[in-house]
């Protein structure tokens, strides 16, 4: 079955990608026929034919295939039927046995799989299982065949509308501009395709690249004589033949003279090549194929070590990849980035959050959708407040967007008038908003937003975009422009919070579940001299500003919080012993675990503040993995259970007379606030972007009104009741763009 997957990601168009399912489907299954449908796009209760294999001189499947096709749709799931037949007594019992199984992807109908044979009585359970699991297993290769062909006939013109695609929402906005690919260099599937200049030059390249990859192979077999045995003196004398074959040469400088460079051309005659093989019934030449594509891998590592890759991005980047990292936004440098777009993710991503702080739209959750290493060199519409992506859009598309995006510049415009009032409901009850931020570039739109101080400073952004870790000196320097920029507004410096979704390459922390593993205070109580460099220098920075307030990330038992104060009052000593005058600065924990929230009080006597990251208290509560794009619709901030656990940290907070503060995501969303209005939160700490649309919702509603929402929302019993109780009470306060963002109608 892995072959037939395999060869689903090398078929060039949807066409070969399907007649290469229903040949491989019969030899593996040994039956008569395979046919295959999809769904009708206009249609979807209908199948069409798109494929078969045995029908012989038949142009047509037999009558009954249709009807079974609609019967599995419409069930959508297996179906296994004998068609018995009286026959005389002379003959076996023998006759047509079907089997169709439905192709589903991401919960939706792609098509029906059907098998036929005949045979003495129906399929057994274990073949239905197997075919079950082989239409599961190509679901995504089919979609994204599909993807690939509308891709190239929206670019060569045979159809008027731009390809809509559609993600997980990363970050809101909407951004036009030049697709540009990165991708992991020894992926030869990844490889997107490239113009070249120098034709002759990059056919230089390639030969070179073939003479040392075979000339190595070659000399592996010679200088190995006595190491190797024959056969694999053999395999390696195969390999070097296959890298300087004349078809392989041939195919890949025929794909370089058409205008793609030598990485992008090689993928292709790789793929046509391992194609062939993956298509033979004899599994010894099937196997082949794997051969095949190492000799590219090999290839594709020489062409780069040959000629290194210059990254060059157009004026308008929107950046490309399967998983990108905050060093690869960080590499597009000034203005040039506009969007990002990310094969994996949702909006709780760290990569989502950059670019929310970044203030630049982003799409998340798109490798099972399309393939991203066809958007190299695209003109894109990125659509952030929806998840949509357009590619290769018409004069009147980007005049829709155009549009759309001077109408969000004229609300932003609105909005920022209200930056120097505070944030204030109707019957006079102010709430400061503070916003989050981890660069020294996310500082100036703090500031332009009204930011009334820093509410969480993620620490670990500056250790994750260096290739060692920061000295005291450097961090103390980083920290102190920083609380110097705020001065005396108030800064939430956050300690160290590596692991989970957020490593080091130059600290590598291998777990089979980095989200309960080794992370945040963990790692700075077993690395103490980490956690005392890294107090030490927030400690001098504060000096003579004295507007520092210390958070303690990821605080799951109180003998964590006591060790670290321990910890913290040692660099104060040790500093003290130095001669040096320190400030303490206010101390606060981060609530962001469950066990955290059934010990609240107890945390709350040891520190200054409490600080509730949603993002981790949600995936936690909800056992939700907030990267991971299939599961995104069941992360919900507005879950009875999320909002159950908020009540009770806030409750707990005002009887321990301590301030609590709501330092993720979900702070800036507008129904979301309404409801932390109600429960009495002491503080917001929010994204540049959201703080004003936060602000004027704050504006329009009394603290009475939040508290009958809360009272209201309390009594459903489901997250998308709640969502439309709160998105309704904002539409009747006239706040229809906090609720349909970046609406065309």
Request: proline letters at 5%; aromatic letters at 6%; glycine letters at 6%.
């Amino acid at each position: 079955m892995d072959d037939i997957v395999q060869s689903l990601g090398d078929a060039p168009d949807l066409d070969h990608a399907l007649l290469s399912i229903v040949k491989s489907v019969r030899n593996l299954f040994r039956v008569d026929i395979c046919l295959l449908y999809l769904s009708d796009p206009a249609r979807l209760d209908v199948q069409r034919l798109m494929a078969c294999e045995g029908l012989g001189d038949h142009v047509a499947p037999p009558v009954f295939a249709d009807t079974l096709a609609n019967l599995v749709a419409e069930r959508s799931e297996p179906v296994n039927l004998f068609e018995s037949k009286p026959l005389p007594a002379h003959q076996d019992a023998t006759s047509h046995v079907y089997l169709g199984v439905p192709i589903m992807h991401q919960g939706a109908l792609l098509g029906v799989l059907i098998v036929q044979q005949t045979a003495k009585s129906r399929f057994s359970e274990s073949e239905q299982a197997s075919l079950a699991t082989l239409a599961a297993q190509i679901a995504g290769g089919i979609h994204l065949a599909k993807a690939r062909g509308s891709i190239s006939a929206s670019v060569s013109g045979d159809v008027s509308s731009a390809p809509l695609f559609e993600g997980v929402i990363g970050a809101p906005g909407i951004a036009t501009g030049t697709g540009h690919v990165i991708y992991a260099r020894s992926e030869l599937a990844q490889i997107p395709n490239r113009n070249v200049a120098d034709v002759e030059s990059e056919i230089g390249l390639f030969q070179a690249a073939v003479r040392q990859v075979a000339g190595e192979l070659d000399r592996i077999a010679e200088e190995q004589e006595g190491k190797l045995t024959a056969e694999d003196r053999t395999l390696f004398r195969a390999y070097a033949m296959i890298a300087r074959s004349d078809e392989l040469v041939a195919s890949t400088l025929a794909g370089i003279r058409s205008g793609n460079w030598a990485p992008g051309a090689l993928r292709d005659s790789i793929q046509e090549h391992a194609r062939y093989f993956d298509a033979m019934e004899d599994p010894y030449l099937r196997e082949r194929a794997y051969d095949i594509r190492d000799i590219g891998r090999a290839l594709l590592n020489e062409l780069q070590t040959l000629k290194p890759l210059e990254e060059r991005y157009p004026a308008r980047t929107i950046l490309v990849g399967e998983d990108l990292s905050p060093l690869d936004l960080a590499a597009v440098k000034g203005t040039r980035l506009v969007a990002v777009i990310s094969g994996h993710g949702s909006r709780l991503s760290h990569l989502a959050i950059l670019a929310r702080s970044m203030g630049i739209p982003a799409i998340m959750g798109l490798a099972d959708t399309l393939p991203l290493n066809s958007l190299h060199g695209k003109s894109l519409i990125v659509d952030g407040y929806k998840a949509q992506l357009y590619i290769e859009p018409d004069v009147s598309l980007k005049r829709q967007y155009r549009s759309l995006a001077a109408r969000e510049r004229r609300l932003a415009k609105k909005l920022s008038q209200l930056r120097d009032q505070s944030a204030q409901t109707k019957d006079g009850f102010r709430i400061p908003l503070y916003t989050n931020a981890g660069l020294l570039s996310d500082l100036s739109p703090s500031l332009a937003a009204g930011s009334e101080g820093i509410g969480l400073y993620r620490t670990e952004y500056p250790f994750m975009v260096r290739d060692s870790f920061p000295t005291e000196e450097e961090q103390y320097t980083l920290y102190r422009k920083v609380l110097k920029t705020f001065h005396p507004r108030p800064v939430t410096l956050r300690t160290l919070d590596i692991g989970g979704d957020k490593s080091l390459p130059y600290f590598p922390v291998q777990e089979t579940n980095p989200f309960l593993g080794w992370r945040g205070i963990r790692i700075s109580l077993d690395h103490p001299e980490m956690f005392l460099a890294q107090i030490r220098a927030m400690l001098r920075a504060n000096s003579g500003l004295n507007n520092l307030s210390l958070l303690l990330p990821m605080i799951s038992r109180v003998e964590d919080l006591d060790e670290a104060l321990i910890l913290i009052q040692r660099a104060r000593q040790q500093l003290e012993q130095k001669g040096l005058t320190i400030t303490p600065p206010l101390l606060g924990a981060m609530i962001e675990v469950p066990s955290a929230v059934y010990q609240v009080e107890a945390l709350a006597r040891r520190v200054d503040f409490l600080s509730v990251g949603t993002n981790d208290l949600i995936q936690y509560l909800l056992a939700v993995d907030r990267n991971n794009e299939r599961v995104a619709r069941w992360f919900d901030a507005l879950h009875p259970a999320v909002i159950q656990a908020l009540l009770r940290i806030i409750r707990a907070g005002k009887r321990s007379g301590k301030p609590i503060s709501v330092c993720g995501e979900a702070a800036g969303d507008p129904a979301v606030a309404l409801l932390l209005i109600g429960m009495g939160v002491s503080s917001l700490s929010l994204s540049a972007g959201d703080l004003p649309r936060i602000k004027w919702a704050i504006h329009s509603f009394s603290r009475q009104q939040a508290r009958t929402l809360l009272r209201q929302s309390l009594k459903l019993e489901q997250a998308s009741a709640i969502r439309s109780l709160l998105t309704q009470a904002l539409v009747n306060a006239d706040l229809d763009a906090l609720v349909h963002p970046g609406n065309l109608n």
